[in-house]
């Protein structure tokens, strides 16, 4: 919701400011300037990605004018954590077994369904517990290691806000290549009509104008709105990350769970007390 009302004030502004200075809509319909900018960017993206990151583009564009990650998918996580670590507290990591090897029809996993709607985070913590489970780590390795998976992960994760990004960087470019195309389109007029050639350049302008505000107004906050999601999924990645080394130092459930409810941002973090009364049912 917030990025269409982001984009009903940015397209509103520029509309009201246009038309207040008694410019006319239907002069900035240029549907053969759009289709140069457009397809030329679309054709650069093509180009520069491979089909799992344009792939993935759509995904991230789905998920960011969709449900995003709010506190309760953290606490979604928390819980979910904390039944799973109880389990190998009182029963050992070997019962988790059937839940790791089969997260789709585990108990457990499919009692979030907040928290498991992110394949990514599900894979992370039974690929790392599948580890721990296969044999005793010191939890200095299991940090190591994990650190150097979420830094791979977040490097796999952004590339679609990358793609946007430099698709954006190139908009004012191909603005500029419809604008000369529109010269040229001009030019071949040169002795006819004057107020012909002025709707003509006019039109060519308008590609000027619409490279830059594909860029400025559409590609880049886009890219930047899936970096976002991708930094609220990855820091749900670095708290598990810290429960599961916390876990493997031997700390009880909740200050294993304390340890990565303070990588949380200010906005989605409970306090302690909180964090308590949600693992206890009170």
Excluded at 109 to 130: G, M, W
Aim: with cysteine; charged share 20%; net charge neutral.
């Amino acid at each position: 919701m917030q990025i269409i009302i982001g984009f009903v004030i940015v397209f509103g502004s520029i509309v009201y400011g246009y038309t207040h200075a008694s410019g006319r809509l239907l002069a900035l319909w240029q549907p053969a300037e759009f289709i140069i900018i457009l397809g030329a960017g679309f054709g650069a993206m093509v180009i520069s990605n491979p089909p799992y990151v344009l792939k993935n583009i759509m995904t991230r564009l789905k998920m960011i004018f969709g449900k995003g990650y709010s506190e309760n998918y953290y606490k979604s996580v928390l819980e979910m954590m904390f039944e799973l670590l109880e389990i190998i507290r009182k029963d050992g990591i070997k019962k988790l077994d059937d839940h790791i090897e089969n997260p789709q029809n585990s108990s457990i996993f499919k009692k979030y369904p907040e928290a498991t709607r992110s394949n990514v985070l599900v894979s992370f913590i039974t690929d790392n517990l599948r580890m721990m489970a296969m044999g005793k780590m010191n939890h200095h390795d299991l940090e190591a290691v994990l650190e150097l998976e979420l830094h791979t992960l977040e490097e796999d994760l952004i590339r679609p806000a990358k793609a946007m990004n430099k698709v954006g960087e190139a908009m004012p470019g191909f603005g500029i290549v419809a604008a000369v195309l529109g010269i040229v389109v001009t030019m071949q007029s040169i002795g006819g009509d004057l107020a012909l050639i002025g709707v003509k350049v006019a039109a060519a302008l308008v590609g000027t104008f619409f490279g830059i505000l594909m860029c400025y107004a559409v590609f880049e906050p886009l890219g930047a709105s899936i970096a976002n999601l991708v930094k609220k999924e990855m820091m749900a990645m670095h708290m598990v990350s810290a429960i599961l080394v916390s876990q493997a130092q031997g700390k009880p459930t909740l200050l294993a769970l304390d340890a990565g409810r303070k990588v949380l941002h200010t906005e989605v973090k409970p306090s302690f007390a909180t964090m308590e009364n949600w693992m206890t049912g009170q």
